[in-house]
């Protein structure tokens, strides 16, 4: 999930949507992997009205055939060349046959257990059976599977987020995963709507040490405003901020994960739409993120000396009284300043 709307192809259906290299951490050692998003008929849940902040909707296309994803990946292969992790994203779930077909599964799940890669997948928790992870498993044996609980708290999974699954969904998935010897991979959200800044970073550090119990990795993901989703009509409207750095930092300082690796890469961050500050700090902290995220070590995470600190202690103080829920106070204060 966490991913920069970078190098965006056009819409070609024989295309992927997007690929791109990055590092990777495996088994201690940095990796190249190959991200490729794969166009496809789109995700079961947007039918159902989607996720309030997720706008990857906006890559699939319900004309694609089977076919067109089966050129998509193989030139995404071709392309990115020699890599030992290939992730590979969908707008929803690639155990979720309507949306990637047996056939096209089986020939991804084949052809990098041929090249010896790892590899990475999304679903939802209602796609994960058993007799659906052994499927994948007779293709490649090195698998990782990432789920999406975002948040342990059912309620904020209803209202704020409108899921369309609740807490023990992602846990009897998360169970199942583990019991094939699969790796997993959940990604937590940081301040969905409808929530202060406190109270997101308490719902992240709760959803982490919960979801610590199953994942041997976990994914802060800072919310950022994409196109056409309910969060951008609160932003447009001043009634959405993406989570501070400053609030970033303190989830991965303080929360309790156990052994279970912690990473995170703000889509869009120190930008409006995404996690930031004052936009003076912002380099110094996603620096910092991005080397705390590689080493796992506490000392990598940086906290610069800046004014907007002071800025961030009023917000967590004050957002919660605002009448009618949250709002951009820094935009507030800095109008006032
Ligand atoms: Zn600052």
């Given amino acids: 999930m966490p991913r920069e709307n970078k190098a965006f192809k056009k819409r070609n259906p ?3 949507a997007a690929i791109w290299k990055e590092r990777e951490i495996l088994d201690g050692k940095p990796v190249d992997a190959g991200v490729i998003i794969l166009r496809t008929s789109g995700c079961s849940h947007y039918h159902k009205g989607g996720c309030s902040m997720c706008g990857y909707n906006f890559d699939s296309d319900r004309g694609v055939t089977p076919g067109n994803i089966l050129k998509q990946f193989d030139s995404a292969t071709k392309d990115l060349g020699e890599v030992n992790f290939i992730k590979v994203y969908t707008s929803g779930s690639f155990l979720d046959e309507c949306e990637v077909p047996k056939e096209v599964a089986d020939h991804i799940l084949k052809r990098t257990a041929e090249n010896g890669q790892r590899l990475l997948f999304e679903s ?3 796609f994960v059976t058993e007799s659906a992870l052994q499927d994948a498993l007779s293709g490649n044996e090195n698998l990782e599977v990432a789920l999406g609980l975002e948040s342990s708290n059912d309620r904020v999974l209803k209202y704020s987020i409108n899921k369309g699954f609740a807490r023990l969904d992602y846990e009897t998935a998360a169970r199942r995963i583990v019991s094939a010897g699969i790796d997993l991979r959940t990604y937590v959200l940081l301040k969905p709507p409808f929530l202060t800044e406190a109270e997101a970073i308490a719902d992240s550090k709760q959803t982490i040490a919960y979801a610590s119990k199953f994942s041997k990795t976990l994914s802060l993901n800072p919310v950022n405003v994409q196109k056409g989703t309910h969060v951008e009509r609160l932003w447009r409207n001043w009634a959405y901020r993406p989570p ?18 912690l990473i ?5 961050g120190g930008k409006e739409r995404g996690a930031h500050n004052c936009g003076r700090c ?19 995470l940086g906290s610069p000396d800046c004014d907007c600190s002071d800025i961030w202690r009023s917000v967590l103080d004050l957002d919660g009284f605002v009448v009618g829920g949250t709002m951009d106070l820094q935009r507030f204060y800095r109008r006032q300043g």
């Fill in 14 to 16: 024989d295309q992927p």
């Fill in 124 to 126: 939802r928790p209602e």
């Fill in 244 to 261: 501070w750095l400053w609030s970033v930092l303190e989830v991965l300082r303080t929360s309790d994960h156990g052994r279970t690796k």
């Fill in 264 to 268: 995170c890469e703000p889509t869009g």
């Fill in 282 to 300: 912002d380099d110094v902290i996603l620096s910092s993120i991005k080397a705390y995220s590689e080493s796992q070590a506490m000392s990598r």
